[in-house]
């Protein structure tokens, strides 16, 4: 079996006395979402739709393959949140280009509505997490952030030279 070289480190040279890191990120990414997702349900919109609407802000007319590649999404869960936005009126689906296999999203005038609507309780969410750090702490969360996903992506990548990939979750469910 293929294995990722080792790198020899210690609980206490990572300043991890009591909490690991990844627990910590992996709790706060939650009580983000779960924070959103309280507001977000004010506008009658799930965090799994939010997540679509503002890929579509900034790249509308994408295939389900691209959606779901950049939410980093499957494409089953890319469809079914696809198929209720649709029955929603936030999105269309069309073929692009006489493709028929390949339906691409558009927002409609009602998608296009809830950028004004949904984005200020995205700011007001970060607003509240980042409440009683300062300037340069904030700078510094993002800098130190930024950083450790680089080198887990990094991490990744090595993995994927030498064969490794990250199971599916059914592959897992078989063991």
Same mark, same amino acid.
């Given at each position: 079996?293929?294995?990722?070289? %080792?790198?020899? $480190?210690?609980? &206490?040279?990572? @300043? ?6 990844? !627990? ?5 990414? !939650? ?5 959103? &997702? ?9 965090? @799994? ?11 509308? /007319? ?9 939410? &980093? ?15 929603? /009126?936030?999105?269309?689906? &069309?073929?692009?280009? @006489?493709?028929? %296999? ?20 995205? $700011? ?5 997490? $980042?409440? /009683? ?8 969360? %993002? ?15 090595? @993995? ?5 990939? $990250?199971?599916?979750? !059914? ?5």
């Amino acid at each position: 079996m293929t294995e990722l070289p %080792r790198k020899e $480190v210690t609980a &206490q040279r990572l @300043g991890q006395t009591e909490e690991r890191i990844a !627990r910590l990120v992996r709790l706060a990414a !939650r009580a983000f979402n779960r924070s959103l &997702q309280i507001r977000l349900n004010t506008e009658g919109v799930t965090f @799994g739709q939010w997540i679509f609407l503002r890929i579509l802000w900034t790249n509308d /007319g994408l295939s389900q393959r691209e959606l779901s590649e950049k939410a &980093q999404l499957t494409e089953p869960t890319a469809h079914t949140a696809l198929l209720r936005m649709e029955e929603l /009126g936030f999105i269309t689906r &069309q073929n692009v280009g @006489g493709n028929r %296999r390949r339906q691409h999203a558009f927002l409609t005038e009602k998608g296009w509505a809830l950028r004004d609507r949904l984005e200020p309780l995205a $700011v007001e969410t970060n607003a509240l997490a $980042v409440e /009683g750090l300062s300037e340069e702490e904030v700078r510094a969360l %993002r800098r130190a952030l930024g950083l450790m996903i680089r080198n887990l992506e990094q991490d990744e990548k090595n @993995g994927a030279e030498l064969g490794l990939k $990250v199971p599916s979750t !059914r592959s897992l469910n078989s063991l």
